[in-house]
Each structure stands twice: as structure tokens, then as C-alpha cells.
């Protein structure tokens, strides 16, 4: 069994019969007393977010896992409708695995979706970036290049994003899908 000092960003474990992936850790180490890791964790059914915290050196039931590449076909319910690209086997993947990055998700994208021992998945991990197009935003101020003001921008999927003063309706954007900012136009 492992320990605290095996827990990590991304890894997956069992907490009072609930499997829980860790989003973010801290290592503690107040003036007096034990070490203890403080993790935010998300449960993967319910995606309820919650805070576990371990003293150091405590028995942690981590949970290996299999990523597997997969195209996204379609929308079905609450799930998405993913295809393995080896195997062409279709599976439905709950849209609360994915966490906030669901509004990036496009047909035909491929998503590294997560699956534990009894091949159920777990989570979905978009790619870092995605390329969406400006379906509308106001005009500009002309000549404002120095400044680094920003205005609203909505791209594909009704998707509100800061941008800078120059972008346009109808230019194509690159979006980080973690944090949902503006990276860069692309041509």
C-alpha cells in the first residue's frame, strides 16, 4: 500500500469506499507537531469537490489506471459517446469527468480518458489548447496596441473569453482548455 509521499497531481485513491483524483496538494509543516499533505480532491462519480488531509507517512490506497486515447463521436444524455482508436469500441464516458474543460469539447477531438482496473472510466483530460473561432466581440479601439486592455469575445460553443483590443469576429483563437484564457491568434 502506498504512502502520503506517493500522492501527486492527477492520481487517483480511495477514501471511505469513494474514489477521489487529486487536483491540487500542499506538504504542511507547521512549527510543532507532524508533516500533513492537504489535497483538494474531486470525487470521480458525483464531482463533488472536498479536502482530504493525511499525516505524513499514512497508508494511502492509490488506484493504478490505463489512459487510452479516444475520439470523441457525440453527445448522448449526460455522456459523451467516445471511440478507442485502436479497437473502434465505442463507450459513454459521464460529461462530470471532465471537470470545466466539458465547453472546449468538440466532435472529433482526441481525449485521453482515464479507465481503472474494471475498465470504468474515471476522467477525461482534453488536449492543453484548442483552436476556436470568434463568433462575435465589439470593435476595437484603432491604434490602441500599447495597452494591455482587454475585452469580451465570444468564441465557438457560446464560450465567453477575455481577448485583446485587435481580435475580431471571425479570427481563430487559441484557448488553454485548463484555465480558459486567451493564449494567441492563430492564422
Known amino acids: 500500500m502506498a504512502t502520503t509521499s506517493d500522492i501527486s497531481k492527477g492520481c487517483f485513491f480511495k477514501q471511505d469506499g ?32 472536498s479536502e482530504v488531509r493525511f499525516r505524513s ?4 490506497d492509490i488506484v493504478r489506471v490505463t489512459i487510452v486515447e479516444m475520439q470523441y463521436l457525440y ?23 471532465f471537470g ?29 489548447h484548442v483552436e476556436l473561432v470568434v463568433t462575435y466581440t465589439e470593435n476595437g479601439i484603432k491604434g490602441d496596441s500599447t495597452s494591455k486592455s482587454l475585452k469580451a469575445a465570444e468564441v465557438e460553443g457560446g464560450i465567453n473569453v477575455q481577448v485583446p483590443l485587435f481580435v475580431e469576429t471571425g479570427d481563430k483563437l487559441r484557448i488553454n482548455t485548463e484555465t480558459g484564457e486567451y493564449v494567441e491568434r492563430v492564422k
Open 18 to 49: 469513494e474514489l477521489l483524483t487529486v487536483l491540487s496538494y500542499d506538504h504542511i509543516t507547521p512549527g510543532k507537531g507532524n508533516a500533513i499533505y492537504s489535497t483538494k480532491c474531486r470525487n470521480v462519480k458525483t464531482g463533488k469537490q
Open 57 to 60: 507517512g499514512e497508508k494511502v
Open 75 to 97: 453527445e448522448e444524455g449526460d455522456s459523451l459517446v467516445c471511440m478507442n482508436q485502436e479497437t473502434f469500441e465505442q463507450i459513454s464516458v459521464p460529461k462530470v469527468a
Open 100 to 128: 470545466d474543460a466539458i465547453k472546449f469539447v468538440k466532435e472529433e477531438m482526441i481525449l485521453s480518458i482515464r479507465f481503472d482496473d474494471d475498465e470504468q472510466p474515471l476522467d477525461g483530460v482534453l488536449p492543453k
